[in-house]
């Protein structure tokens, strides 16, 4: 079955970087455009960013645009979030999602993983 | 940016009741419009999606409709697995989601 699984989570003091994982199996990775989807503690789901199933195209929220990173290893089934210059308004738990459908993608996401906690405090 | 505004904010439902769910988009999303259902310590689930297309596996209990600014998530009648946070997401111009709207037993 189709499994997402995210990994690098933490506790990082402001400015620092951190580099986050999802780990996926029971599909064909690389037919997939991949997210990254966070949720605040309290507060609803925000999009982070979106890589196309090649790794070509890449796109960002307004708020990460500069500091945070999505890519991509094709033969290792994962996608990454390097994350920088961390700000106190980045804790959340970030989530890995697939895309709907497989190559042209859809902007809606399905299935997730279950989430990876990032904390930024000093 | 496109704002997405859910109403209520809190809907308190018996098993067995209708329930319906707004979701107003600042600007037109064509049919460019998903569900989510969200429940604690789990992951989303994807509901509907272009507006009123259900997703694999999902209930024929759950319905989508509307387009343009005015999308509306139906559950025909609510069972007990349904009490969760419910979020609609726009995919027209970046990707952004409501606040959500709970779904809570009465």
């Known amino acids: 079955q189709v499994q997402l699984v995210e990994s690098g989570g933490g506790v990082v003091q402001p400015g620092r970087s951190l580099r986050l994982s999802c780990a996926a199996s029971g599909f064909t990775f690389s037919s997939y455009a991949m997210h990254w989807v966070r949720q605040a503690p309290g507060k609803g789901l925000e999009w982070v960013a979106i890589?196309?199933?090649?790794?070509?195209?890449?796109y960002y929220a307004d708020s990460v645009k500069g500091r945070l990173t999505i890519s991509r290893d094709n033969s290792k089934n994962t996608v990454y979030l390097q994350m920088s210059s961390l700000r106190a308004e980045d804790t959340a738990l970030y989530y890995c999602?697939?895309?709907?459908?497989?190559?042209?993608?859809?902007?809606?996401?399905?299935?997730w993983g279950q989430g990876t906690l990032v904390t930024v405090s000093s | 940016e496109i704002v997405l505004t859910q109403s209520p904010a809190t809907l308190s439902l018996s098993p067995g009741e209708r329930a319906t769910l707004s979701c107003r988009a600042s600007?037109?999303?064509?049919?460019?419009l998903a569900w989510y259902q969200h429940k604690p310590g789990q992951a989303p689930r994807l509901l509907i999606y272009d507006a009123s297309n259900r997703a694999t596996g999902i209930p024929a209990r759950f319905s989508g409709s509307g387009s343009g600014t005015d999308f509306t998530l139906t559950i025909s009648s609510v069972e007990p697995e349904d009490f969760a946070v419910y979020y609609c997401?726009?995919?027209?111009?970046?990707?952004?989601f409501g606040g959500g709207t709970k779904v809570e037993i009465k």
């Open positions: 999602a697939r895309d709907y459908r497989a190559v042209a993608g859809t902007n809606w996401f399905d299935p």
């Open positions: 600007q037109s999303v064509r049919s460019y």
């Open positions: 997401q726009q995919g027209s111009n970046s990707l952004t």
């Open positions: 890589i196309s199933y090649d790794g070509s195209n890449k």
